[in-house]
């Protein structure tokens, strides 16, 4: 069979990654009506069904699960020859749909990306910023940055800073209410709690000196101002409202210009590793690489200003 129309197979590719023709067609900036039709054409050429339709939803028959997975290969290889052509052309060129943590975003993302597309004039950059893991396919993210250890498999996961947790407070704050001399103290202090997909992170972890991590132990906290935004548990922080717990990349900032200041030194914090998360089995366009790459070299760079001479984990893929 002949294609007239490679725009009928990214319909087909956003009808299996949305679930609905409602939410294909707001992708592909189509009404519900020209998402059915492409359908039908694909349906009406192969002379089979791709989709079994509800009311609510669509569902990929065995058919059209087997060409799904071949248009997604044939649109990548596609993509990959453009993305050869523009690079050679006019440098790196293209959209980036990013997912960032919101504290990560603020505190270090937005600025960087606006660089980056300054840099490369032929970028667009689409962030969006949420504490949730979102489904990388179903949102067409093409790279999310996220904290470790990482659950799900089903994803290309590239290490861009071994990183930990730490437990910070702001001068003002500690000029008011003492500074804690061991993890336990934190008990009679106001801790900044927040919780993020369905998790309360009101136990916070710290080692002894020296030990590995799994000799970690856990210190329950609690404090008056409680938030599902980590972002606003940090924001609080810097106005001396509490003692907060957060990677040190999203607190880097704070503690080099003196708005916050590390407690326990000694005491290593729960690890939490970041990682750039790709979609599983795509075509990592040039663009997305060179992302990626930059943004380890970043948060390397960050975590060797925090913590001079000490030796990080090579990046590595899993």
């Known amino acids: 069979m002949e294609f007239d129309n490679l725009d009928d197979l990214r319909v087909l590719l956003a009808t299996a990654e949305t679930g609905g023709l409602t939410a294909a067609g707001k992708r592909c900036g189509l009404s519900t009506a020209a998402v059915s039709a492409a359908l039908k054409r694909l349906e009406s050429s192969l002379g089979v069904r791709l989709f079994e339709r509800t009311t609510r939803s669509v569902r990929a028959t065995a058919e059209g699960e087997v060409m799904i997975d071949h248009a997604r290969r044939a649109l990548d290889l596609l993509s990959q020859g453009q993305a050869q052509v523009r690079s050679g052309a006019r440098g790196l060129a293209g959209s980036i749909r990013i997912s960032v943590a919101a504290t990560l975003a603020r505190e270090i993302m937005a600025n960087w990306l606006a660089g980056f597309a300054?840099?490369?004039?032929?970028?667009?950059?689409?962030?969006?910023?949420?504490?949730?893991?979102?489904?990388?396919?179903?949102?067409?993210?093409?790279?999310?940055?996220?904290?470790?250890?990482?659950?799900?498999?089903?994803?290309?996961?590239?290490?861009?800073?071994?990183?930990?947790?730490?437990?910070c407070a702001s001068p003002g704050y500690l000029a008011a209410c003492g500074r804690p001399a061991e993890p336990a103290e934190l008990v009679n202090h106001d801790c900044l709690v927040y919780h993020?997909?369905?998790?309360?992170?009101?136990?916070?972890?710290?080692?002894?000196?020296?030990?590995?991590?799994?000799?970690?132990?856990?210190?329950?906290?609690?404090?008056?101002?409680?938030?599902?935004?980590?972002?606003?548990?940090?924001?609080?922080?810097?106005?001396?409202?509490?003692?907060?717990?957060?990677?040190?990349?999203?607190?880097?900032?704070?503690?080099?210009?003196?708005?916050?200041?590390?407690?326990?030194?000694?005491?290593?914090?729960?690890?939490?590793?970041?990682?750039?998360?790709?979609?599983?089995?795509?075509?990592?366009?040039?663009?997305?690489?060179?992302?990626?790459?930059?943004?380890?070299?970043?948060?390397?760079?960050?975590?060797?200003?925090?913590?001079?001479?000490?030796?990080?984990?090579?990046?590595?893929?899993?």
């Open 118 to 167: 300054a840099a490369h004039p032929g970028i667009e950059i689409d962030l969006q910023v949420s504490d949730d893991h979102v489904d990388l396919v179903r949102e067409g993210i093409d790279l999310a940055l996220r904290h470790g250890p990482l659950s799900d498999s089903s994803h290309t996961a590239r290490l861009l800073a071994p990183a930990r947790r730490m437990a």
């Open 196 to 318: 993020i997909r369905g998790r309360r992170h009101d136990t916070w972890f710290f080692g002894a000196p020296g030990s590995p991590d799994e000799a970690l132990q856990p210190v329950r906290v609690r404090g008056r101002l409680n938030c599902n935004d980590a972002s606003i548990a940090h924001q609080w922080a810097l106005q001396g409202r509490g003692v907060i717990y957060q990677s040190e990349l999203a607190l880097a900032e704070a503690l080099r210009s003196g708005a916050l200041q590390q407690l326990f030194p000694q005491h290593a914090g729960e690890p939490a590793p970041l990682y750039a998360v790709m979609p599983s089995g795509r075509f990592v366009p040039a663009r997305v690489a060179a992302v990626v790459d930059q943004l380890s070299a970043l948060f390397r760079g960050e975590l060797a200003a925090l913590h001079p001479g000490a030796t990080t984990v090579p990046a590595a893929n899993r």
